[in-house]
């Protein structure tokens, strides 16, 4: 299933927030545990689109969905 490009390739921690609708503490410990991937432009944390992707297929694979599903 083709995917439409991004608004943005990186969002802040709050943007990712909001994003995946998760708390903060919960974004932290995916990115601790290495399950959301981040980067780092200066003091800023930022969470590329791709690995807020990658997160959400991750999660739907675990609960065994496919794209074809929800389509």
């Known amino acids: 299933m083709p995917v439409a490009a991004p608004e943005r390739h990186l969002y802040r921690i709050t943007e990712a927030m909001r994003l ?3 708390s903060r503490s919960v974004i932290y410990e995916q990115l601790r545990s ?3 991937r981040s980067v780092k ?3 800023a944390r930022l969470v590329p689109a791709v690995a807020i992707q990658q997160y959400v297929e991750l ?3 675990e609960a065994g969905v496919s794209y074809a599903e929800n389509a």
Do not use: N, P, T
């Open 41 to 43: 432009q200066g003091r």
């Open 20 to 22: 995946l609708s998760m």
């Open 34 to 36: 290495g399950r959301l």
């Open 59 to 61: 999660l739907m694979k």
